[in-house]
């Protein structure tokens, strides 16, 4: 065998035990290492390509780490990959469950394409929508109206939130930090990024719409940085598990 065919051979080798080793990567426990498993696969051509699809297909229940291969996949230019989305993930991966029939699939869509401005205005009409007809008028809601909100639909926009931006956006994450700071909301609204000393950020422009943000920065839904309308939101049953 030449040089040159034993290197190719050599690489060819390497290069495989690198892709399996990455792919092993993708059941480990910590979600820092299954995202970046996810994100080189994604850069690994064909094959990457088809162990996303795999991992997919192989894991039931929804986790950032399946969410950002949906979004990756969601961007490759293959025929293939095209195919597997639009048969068998056209309707996401988080089961959309809520009790008002309420259609959240636009709000999966958009949060698939990281499209989070977008989402975030989505996410206030439909927290009106679950308020009822007054509030779908006034495009806003009031405190009061929070505590009739359905469990399985505020867990529902949560989880979209969660699974799509590599488990940093969300209101139970929003709840995470207020509880961690003794329910303060100054310490609150500093570390969200939605106050700067006591400049409030100013919306939109000032406000990051990536997975730069901090942690918690979305959703939004601008009107919830009142005091009552966010503690009604934070206190709400549906993340008393989280206690």
Not at 191 to 200: D, I, Q
Not at 231 to 242: F, K, N, T
Request: hydrophobic share 40%; charged share 25%.
């Amino acid at each position: 065998m030449s040089n040159f065919s034993a290197d190719s051979a050599r690489t060819a080798s390497q290069a495989g035990s690198s892709l399996e080793s990455t792919i092993q990567q993708l059941s480990s426990e910590s979600l820092k290492l299954r995202l970046a498993a996810v994100k080189a696969l994604a850069e690994a051509g064909e094959a990457g390509e088809l162990s996303l699809i795999d991992f997919l297909r192989s894991r039931p229940q929804p986790e950032p780490a399946l969410g950002k291969a949906h979004q990756l996949l969601s961007c490759s230019h293959s025929p293939l990959v095209q195919s597997f989305l639009e048969n068998e993930l056209a309707e996401g991966i988080v089961p959309l469950i809520s009790a008002r029939s309420i259609d959240y699939s636009e709000l999966q869509h958009l949060l698939v394409r990281q499209a989070y401005e977008a989402a975030d205005r989505l996410t206030l009409q439909k927290l009106c929508e679950l308020a009822g007809a007054d509030a779908i008028k006034r495009k806003w809601v009031y405190f009061t109206e929070v505590d009739s909100f359905p469990i399985e639909d505020l867990r529902t926009i949560d989880q979209l939130w969660r699974i799509y931006s590599e488990d940093r956006f969300g209101f139970s994450q929003q709840r995470e930090i207020w509880l961690s700071t003794g329910r303060s909301w100054d310490q609150l609204w500093n570390r969200l990024a939605w106050r700067s000393g006591s400049a409030w950020t100013r919306y939109p422009g000032e406000f990051v719409w990536d997975l730069s943000a901090p942690v918690g920065h979305l959703p939004l839904t601008n009107q919830l940085r009142g005091v009552r309308m966010m503690e009604s939101l934070l206190s709400h049953p549906a993340w008393q598990r989280s206690d």
